[in-house]
Nanobody, 126 residues
Framework: QLQLVESGGGLVQPGGSLRLSCAAS????????IGWFRQAPGKEREGVTC????????NYADSVKGRFTISRDNAKNMVYLQMNSLKPEDTAIYYC???????????????????WGQGTQVTVSS
């Protein structure tokens, strides 16, 4: 299975931006859908966004549409999450995850993913 490592989290003021990175190893990245999930204290892990194998299709949770952008660079085995206009409710541990597929679209449901990173903390506060 893929190994995934997130980085780039930190403390940012409301309205600010962060760029998270997910480094993948173990298998060819372009055979996998990649998703970003987040989990706040006391809440279940929720899907944020996903990106298809080639990057041609993306899906976003309503709460982040227009503010977050997922992208991937398969040649570098990297996936990114650009987060703009951050809100306090975006505070959570953010995880990248993957599943292998032959399809050209992505699924944001948590149960579909079988490889997970360790998470990186994002805190949005003044």
């Amino acid at each position: 299975q893929l190994q995934l490592v997130e980085s780039g989290g930190g403390l940012v003021q409301p309205g600010g931006s962060l760029r998270l990175s997910c480094a993948a190893s173990g298998f060819t990245l372009d055979r996998h859908v990649i998703g970003w999930f987040r989990q706040a204290p006391g809440k279940e892990r929720e899907g944020v966004t996903c990106i298809s194998r080639s990057g041609g299709t993306t899906n976003y949770a309503d709460s982040v549409k227009g503010r977050f952008t997922i992208s991937r660079d398969n040649a570098k085995n990297m996936v990114y999450l650009q987060m703009n206009s951050l809100k306090p409710e975006d505070t959570a541990i953010y995880y990248c995850a993957a599943y292998r597929t032959i399809q050209t679209m992505c699924n944001i449901s948590r149960g579909r993913y079988d490889s997970w990173g360790q998470g990186t903390q994002v805190t949005v506060s003044s």
